[in-house]
């Protein structure tokens, strides 16, 4: 599948904004090296200084400089998630970025994998994952369900006569 230039910097995106949060340096060194230089100008005027204590060091303007670029990077995050909403054609990518940003809906991506707890993913599943998640074509399904309708990811999800609604059900009815 081809991935547009757009869906492309939407997986940089923090996942809570519905990304995927994979970092892209080229777009965001720029930045980090600004805020670093600002969070730590005040211990680099110390060590010029030749400062022989930490007594002028003040960590609560450290903290204010920190917050301030903190609130920088968000506004910079939500311009380029509305960016990527206007410059999308797709209705259904969307409508998914939406449902992305819900509260949880990316909780999956951050948990760590433990096969203990059932928190693993393969390959395929994580695939099939991430084509939920933005709304495109799982490959290798049926072009019809059992009960006789079109086949699609929405229709898998709610048909009573197959697919995951059953599943869903069995998974739920099976966990001790």
């Given at each position: 599948?081809?991935?547009?230039?757009?869906?492309?910097?939407?997986?940089?995106?923090?996942?809570?904004l519905?990304?995927?949060?994979i970092?892209?340096p080229?777009?965001?060194?720029d930045?980090?090296?600004?805020?670093s230089?600002?969070?730590?100008?005040?211990?680099?005027?110390l060590?010029?200084?030749?400062?022989?204590?930490?007594?002028?060091?003040?960590?609560s303007?450290?903290?204010e400089?920190?917050?301030d670029?903190?609130?920088?990077k968000?506004v910079?995050?939500?311009?380029?998630?509305?960016?990527?909403?206007?410059?999308?054609?797709?209705?259904?990518?969307?409508?998914?970025?939406?449902?992305?940003q819900?509260?949880?809906?990316g909780?999956?991506?951050t948990?760590?994998?433990?096969?203990?707890?059932?928190?693993?993913?393969?390959?395929?599943e994580?695939?099939?994952?991430?084509r939920?998640?933005?709304?495109w074509?799982?490959p290798?399904?049926?072009?019809?369900?059992?009960?006789?309708?079109?086949?699609?990811?929405?229709?898998?999800l709610?048909?009573?006569?197959?697919?995951?609604?059953?599943?869903?059900?069995?998974?739920?009815?099976?966990?001790?």
């Open positions: 599948r081809h991935v547009s230039d757009t869906e492309r910097d939407l997986f940089t995106l923090p996942v809570r519905g990304g995927l949060g970092s892209n080229v777009e965001g060194s930045f980090e090296f600004h805020a230089e600002k969070i730590t100008d005040s211990l680099k005027k060590i010029i200084d030749q400062a022989s204590s930490l007594d002028e060091y003040q960590a303007a450290v903290a400089v920190t917050g670029c903190l609130k920088d968000e910079r995050l939500l311009r380029r998630v509305s960016a990527i909403g206007s410059e999308s054609s797709d209705e259904r990518l969307k409508r998914s970025i939406t449902l992305a819900e509260k949880g809906a909780a999956w991506l948990v760590l994998p433990l096969s203990s707890l059932g928190w693993v993913l393969n390959k395929e994580f695939r099939d994952a991430i939920l998640r933005y709304g074509q799982i290798n399904i049926p072009a019809f369900c059992v009960c006789g309708k079109k086949n699609s990811v929405d229709h898998t709610i048909c009573k006569n197959g697919g995951y609604l059953i599943f869903r059900h069995n998974k739920i009815r099976d966990t001790n």
